[in-house]
């Protein structure tokens, strides 16, 4: 069995301000702002990647980061995502 796809949760609204971007979450009446990291791994959550894809894609301008401290900090992010529930569930 292959790796679950993440899904963004569906009515976010979200702006990107560059290196970060805001996420308004009118169910909960939250606002997010992600950081220029979580940022660029909420860009590659499309519906279409899995996990392994978002830490290929993630990890390829940093190719002498190792690559297990890299996929260690797309799953602390992707939990932090899910946790919050920005993600749809799985």
């Known amino acids: ?10 009515g976010l609204l979200e702006e990107d301000l560059d ?15 992600l ?6 791994i ?3 959550v499309d519906g279409v ?3 392994g894809a978002i ?6 301008p940093y190719p002498d980061v190792d690559r297990a401290e890299l ?3 797309v799953d602390a992010i992707l939990s ?7 993600l749809a569930p799985a």
């Open 71 to 73: 996929a260690r900090d």
């Open 19 to 33: 290196e970060e971007i805001v996420i308004l979450q009118g169910d909960r009446d939250a606002v997010h702002v």
């Open 80 to 86: 932090d995502f899910a946790a919050k529930e920005l």
């Open 42 to 44: 909420w860009r590659l």
């Open 49 to 51: 990647r899995d996990r």
């Open 1 to 10: 069995m292959g790796e679950s796809v993440p899904q963004r949760a569906p």
């Open 35 to 40: 950081n220029e990291t979580a940022a660029e």
């Open 55 to 60: 830490v290929a894609a993630f990890a390829e």
